[in-house]
């Protein structure tokens, strides 16, 4: 048993009692984007991480689950585990079929170990291009990764930042694989949402089989989370950027609260308070119903699909 390592300094831990949403989730509501931290004594974080989190585990994130009224989950692999699955498949398969996983794999990885991460309810893997999370992300050893799992019908996750994208997009576009965004390609909320540089990343979306996570908020915005005339509306200046998203590309767009919000200094969200974030950006109950079941379930559990 390995001894803990104190998390990196300066982080905050999760919210320890977050509130309850004044908006209630449809039944079927997905979390498509979250992850576990260990406990740490029984999944070491690997060596090479660029930080060392708070623990998170699944019990945690299922209370969450639980109290916010999602249904699902989809578990991504934290950077912080590196090529090590344990701690996210261990989470997949205790929830009792209501979690899906993203993983993270070499190029060397067997057509074995990915049969076996299928079994457990793994469907897809994550391509990680933020400079200060990762050394490098060679693009030979990506796609030799994403001919692998084509086969087994997963997908591709990528987080990259938006001014980025020029100098990645031909890549991205030669993957044999659908492809899912992680927070909308971090836009700088800063600049009109209907600019050139989103206006670029729409493109993007639209020409190709790529889906968007209209997800992290808190990481993206610069007003924050003050709420405005005292109601529930925290992280003003996103909003317009994933109410285009929803609009433009509704059979195309996911939702997820991004627990336990690794790297975070400044505030910690308050989870309830991010979904009531969700009417803002899905202002019909067709949209939300497209957003938080129908397109998950698609993407996750196809055989419910209606």
Known sequence: MSTPVPKTPGWLDWHPDPSTPAFRLPPGAVDTHCHVFGPQRAFPFAPERKYTPCDGGKDRLFALRDHLGIARNVIVQATCHGADNSAMVDAVRASGGRARGIATVRPDVTEGELKRLDAAG???????????LVD????????????????????????????DLPELADFFAS???PLVVDHMGRPDVTRPADGPEFSRFLRFVDAGDVWVKVSCPERLSVTGPAARDGERHPYTDVVPFARRVVEEFGDRVLWGTDWPHPNLTDHMPDDGLLVDHIPQVAVSADLRRRLLVDNPTRLYWPGEAA
């Open 122 to 132: 793994v469907r897809g893997v994550r391509f990680n291009f933020v400079r200060r």
């Open 136 to 163: 490098a992300s060679p693009h030979d050893d990506l796609s030799a990764i994403a001919k692998k799992i084509a086969p087994l019908g997963w997908h591709v996750v990528l987080y990259f930042e938006s001014a």
């Open 175 to 177: 993957l044999p694989t």
